[in-house]
């Protein structure tokens, strides 16, 4: 089994930075495309951040110029870096992976179990 871990949430107030960790463990051939989604109360989980195997990145128009998805293929983890926080930015965020097991697997997917981000106006 893959599992991912998300850790760097918090409490910030409006203005300020955090920087969201995923990190995949156990077995598997290559990690694929990797995702950051969010779900704030009552609200659907919504995409927020991609990133494709080659880098290749894109961003919700909600937070285009104030975050930063990147990854470190050796030490499989994605990051998100978050600047100028506002208050709508308050959800609980969940890392999404695309990852083959062995080179002659197809794709499966998992899901972090999410690290709370709360912005204070």
């Known amino acids: 089994q893959v599992q991912l871990v998300e850790s760097g949430g918090g409490l910030v107030q409006a203005g300020g930075s955090l920087t969201l960790s995923c990190a995949a463990s156990?077995?598997?051939?290559?990690?694929?495309?990797m995702y950051w989604y969010r779900q704030a109360p009552g609200k659907q989980r919504e995409l927020v951040a991609t990133i494709a195997t080659g880098g290749r990145t894109n961003y919700a128009d909600s937070v285009k110029g104030r975050f930063t998805i990147s990854r470190d293929n050796a030490k499989n983890t994605v990051y998100l870096q978050m600047n100028n926080l506002k208050a709508e930015d308050t959800a609980v965020y969940y890392c999404y992976a695309v990852v083959q097991l062995r080179i002659t697997d197809f794709a499966r997917t998992y899901w972090g179990q999410g690290t709370q981000v709360t912005v204070s106006s």
């Open positions: 156990g077995s598997f051939f290559r990690i694929n495309d």
